[in-house]
């Protein structure tokens, strides 16, 4: 009937739809409908309305860099921009987003478009905080590499993403250990220092359905981490996998004495899943090789972004 037609204005942000619909009687129409008996007003209904409340009264603003190869199609990066608002709105603020394109950060952009390669670098430069997204092959690798080296050594926060990750790992080989090719084999299956690997127990002739996929667990080996605090749990945690390649646990030792630390593992503890460097080095240099943006909500942040929106915070209250 007439009555039951809902009506979904366009709004400024998703969370100020919810007191739209709450006027219109949604929850009890729909109750009506599945002949349930009616609703009571609970808690939840609240928790959403004051968010949708404050989302319209917060602003101050923090500006976070995605650097990726898909910046064209920003609905690639759904997830991490929704874990960004999410966990911005946490500290009251929101979020910002400089959309860098990985391939112009690398001077051979220059060739091209050098407004490019400037207007790329300007961008990240004026951010408080960096993210390295997952992907795949070599395309904007480069680039990416440029963006860690640049949050490593200017102390930029920044969140590396699965293969965000493994590009950390490549980047401090690089630049920290001096192996000028190390490199992922998913890049150059040549390079005399393969960093990182193709897990063994895959097929490299048999690329589909042979990643590792879904919720896996991943143990803290120290308690003395970003990760750990950020997370709040006892020994582990349980997180969304989706990747072919690791870090090759032969330069495992040769990266604790640069000051890398390899704070979670899988439960073999032969799979590194959580980087860092030391606080006394870096106020947020974080690596993972899950995808923590899958498992964030609006009530419940994941808990990695949040650090990362909270370092880039007071990074930007510092330079104020």
Known sequence: ?????????????????????????????????????????????????DLAQKCQDVTREIVISIVGKYTLL???????????????????????????????????????????????WDMLRSSQGIVIPGGFDNRGTQGKILAIQYARENN??????????????????????HLGDA????????????????MPEFNPLQKGGTMRLGLKKTIFSTKQS????????PDYIFERHRHRYEFNINYKSKFEEAGMRFVG???????????????????????????PEFLSRPFSPAPLFKGLIKSSIDRSIAKN
């Open 226 to 233: 970003h990760a750990y605090r950020l997370y709040e749990t």
């Open 74 to 120: 920003k609905d690639a990066y759904h997830s991490i921009i929704a874990s960004l608002s999410h966990s911005a709105l946490f500290f009251d603020h929101k979020i910002s987003i400089n959309w860098v394109h990985s391939g112009h950060l690398d001077i051979s952009c220059t060739e091209s478009d050098k407004n490019d390669y400037h207007e790329a």
């Open 183 to 198: 490199n992922s084999i998913e890049i150059n299956a040549n390079t005399q220092n393969p960093v990182i690997i193709e």
């Open 156 to 177: 930029v926060p920044i969140l590396g993403i699965c293969l965000g990750l493994q590009l950390m790992i490549v980047e401090f080989a690089r630049n920290v250990l």
């Open 1 to 49: 009937s007439p009555s039951n037609v809902i009506s979904f204005p366009n709004m400024k942000n998703l969370y100020s739809l919810m007191p739209k619909l709450i006027e219109q009687n949604i929850v009890a129409r729909i109750y009506e409908r599945l002949s349930l008996p009616p609703p009571i007003q609970t808690p939840i209904i609240n928790q959403w309305l």
């Open 265 to 291: 593992h899988d439960e073999s503890g032969k799979r590194m899943e959580i980087i860092e460097l030391s606080e006394k080095d870096h106020p947020y240099f974080v690596g993972v090789q899950y995808h």
